[in-house]
């Protein structure tokens, strides 16, 4: 059977393509991905993304490499390091951020207090400039998203956001919160 295949070429892929990873080549990549730390469950994404990387340089009109399989087990060692890089900048990330709220505890009341003044300044803003404040700090919408979700420009959008923060602030220092 194996030789029967290896006479066919290549298997098809989703898309009807042909796989530019043999078997043998996406077994190769696996194991470099784990020896490089990468978690199980990130391994079938870290052969895609070689898979793809070779698929790219074919449709850039790039020949193919010598050695696929040597030159997919550097990809998958490069794909490792930057897993390794991406995980540190998170836990960076995490640790600011911990960093911050320890730094920072309001009282209850103080809290209590900010909200009620937010929850008033925001009562006070237009439709469309409470309506994109909502939509972006407290639904976490990108503003691409928040554009898509209200049929406008993204500047349209910006400037919305802008002027409702400048307002909102200025609200909130009048009646001495922040």
Request: cysteine-free; aromatic content about 2%.
């Amino acid at each position: 059977m194996l030789r029967r295949r290896a006479r066919r070429g290549p298997e098809p892929i989703a898309g009807g393509g042909d796989d530019p990873l043999d078997a043998a080549q996406e077994r190769r990549v696996r194991a470099v991905l784990a020896l490089g730390g990468v978690p199980q469950a990130d391994l079938l994404d870290g052969v895609q993304q070689v898979r793809l990387r070779l698929l790219e340089r074919a449709a850039k009109g790039e020949e193919a490499p010598r050695d696929v399989s040597a030159w997919a087990a550097v990809v998958a060692s490069n794909l490792a390091m930057d897993w390794h890089r991406a995980k540190r900048r998170q836990e960076r990330l995490g640790e600011r951020l911990a960093s911050l709220r320890q730094s920072e505890h309001p009282s209850g009341e103080e809290t209590s207090l900010l909200s009620l003044a937010v929850a008033q300044g925001l009562d006070e803003l237009p439709d469309a400039q409470r309506q994109v404040l909502v939509l972006r700090f407290y639904a976490d919408l990108p503003v691409r998203g928040i554009a898509e979700e209200l049929g406008v420009p993204e500047g349209t959008v910006k400037s919305r956001l802008h002027t409702a923060v400048r307002a909102l602030r200025a609200r909130l220092h009048e009646d001495e919160v922040v």
